[in-house]
């Protein structure tokens, strides 16, 4: 049977902690992974034969914290924390039932945390308030080798690790 590109296999991640641990499965089973989010990927980055597919699609959580403090910060924020599942229009609900102005993309289906974000967020609103990368406090993501991490704008050192997105090695989210 010919599968093409798709994954034999693929795991519905619920929570990071399983997440993390089919990460150091994958190590024993494949060599390749692909993570699909919202499937919005034409390079094929989501998908690839004989990989072990992940799907983080379920990782949808919305949080409101009027005092939100970045991990080694004392500044404090009003912030939405989004699940890297969590659609652009699940998104503009939330932050509008809570009066948060959000910079999200145009298409409501894509979710915010993934190419968008990390290719600078350009946005309808981004002449006015800037880009939507402009307006992160803090990621937290797993590594590729199933740990979890913070990582801030203050730590322009590690920028790599989430792309290309900040442009100056002087920006600071906390004095």
């Not at 034969?49 to 983080?56: S, W």
């Not at 890297?84 to 298409?107: C, K, M, Q, R, W």
């Amino acid at each position: 049977m010919f599968q093409g590109s798709v994954p034999p296999y693929y795991i519905d991640v619920g929570n990071t902690s399983h997440f993390m641990r089919y990460l150091h499965l994958r190590k024993r089973l494949v060599s390749h992974l692909a993570i699909k989010n919202g499937g919005h990927d034409y390079m094929g980055r989501s998908s690839a034969a004989g990989a072990l597919g992940i799907l983080v699609h379920n990782l949808d959580t919305l949080a409101h914290d009027t005092n939100f403090s970045p991990e080694g910060c004392d500044t404090k924020y009003n912030t939405i924390t989004a699940g890297t599942g969590a659609t652009t229009l699940s998104i503009y609900d939330f932050a509008d039932a809570h009066n948060v102005t959000l910079i999200g993309g145009y298409h409501q289906t894509i979710t915010a945390s993934g190419d968008w974000v990390l290719g600078g967020g350009h946005s309808i609103l981004s002449p006015v308030y800037g880009l939507g990368i402009d307006r992160i406090v803090q990621f937290k993501l797993v590594t590729p080798d199933g740990r979890a991490a913070a990582h801030r704008k203050r730590m322009p050192e590690r920028r790599f690790v989430l792309g290309v997105a900040w442009p100056r090695r002087d920006l600071r989210c906390c004095p």
